[in-house]
């Protein structure tokens, strides 16, 4: 499984676009990117996930680069709910052997 | 609410001792994941199952032991508990395991060991 580099925090203003980072250098044509995130000690949540193009839903939208090395979480407008720890994963869309591995997240901080 | 339950929330127990903790996965879902989450750690995966078959392990110790059950439910066994495995120990859910999906994860079961 590739490997994702993430800062280890970052704060955001209410009200702005929060934009988190994910390095995935070594990121196989078959893998997707995901996105959870997970609020104080709460389970994980899934966000959103994308293998080449830029994707959106109604919590979120992934912005991947064209060689596919690194890719942004955007949150359109943080709220305070939102500060939470966002993990960037990186899987093979198929291949029977399952081993997702979460790294230690980025914690985000939106300050009021 | 994801539709994951685990039970129970909260165990307390003494070092030697063993334990079982208990996941229902959403309706549908065949894959159930465990991962074991310590202070101020990342989540680690320790093993996953598909409709009653082990298909992959993490870093899951020898003294822990997991299975799924023809209903389903799974349940993680600890055993010869240390100090150390004092952790939030999650449980997750997906459709299928041949291709990756999202997964839906429980609200954790808090396990002390004193």
């Known amino acids: 499984d590739a490997k994702t580099t993430q800062p280890t925090s970052m704060d955001c203003a209410e009200g702005r676009a929060a934009n988190l980072p994910c390095n995935h250098s070594?990121?196989?044509?078959?893998?997707?990117v995901y996105w959870y995130r997970q609020i104080h000690s709460q389970g994980p949540q899934y966000i959103i996930h994308?293998?080449?193009n830029n994707e959106t839903n109604e919590m979120a939208s992934l912005i991947i680069t064209e060689d596919r090395k690194s890719s942004t979480l955007i949150l359109p407008h943080a709220t305070l709910r939102d500060t939470a720890v966002y993990y960037c994963?990186?899987?093979?869309?198929?291949?029977?052997?399952?081993?997702?591995?979460f790294g230690t997240g980025t914690k985000l901080q939106v300050i009021p | 609410d994801s539709g994951v339950t685990q039970t129970p929330k909260h165990l307390i127990t003494a070092t030697g001792q063993r334990v079982t903790l208990r996941c229902s996965p959403r309706?549908?879902?065949?894959?159930v994941y465990w991962y074991q989450q310590s202070l101020d750690q990342g989540l680690q995966f320790l093993i996953q199952?598909?409709?009653?078959?082990?298909?992959a392990k993490g870093n899951i110790l020898e003294r822990f032991s997991a299975q799924q059950f023809p209903d389903l439910h799974s349940e993680l066994n600890l055993s010869s508990l240390e100090l150390g495995d004092s952790a939030l120990y999650f449980c997750?859910?997906?459709?299928?395991?041949?291709?990756?999906?999202?997964?839906?994860f429980g609200p954790g079961t808090r396990l002390t060991v004193l």
């Open positions: 997750a859910s997906s459709v299928a395991t041949s291709a990756y999906n999202e997964q839906f």
């Open positions: 070594t990121i196989s044509g078959n893998e997707y």
């Open positions: 994308g293998l080449k």
């Open positions: 994963i990186v899987t093979p869309s198929s291949g029977g052997y399952q081993k997702v591995t």
């Open positions: 309706s549908g879902d065949l894959s």
């Open positions: 199952y598909y409709n009653g078959e082990e298909r």
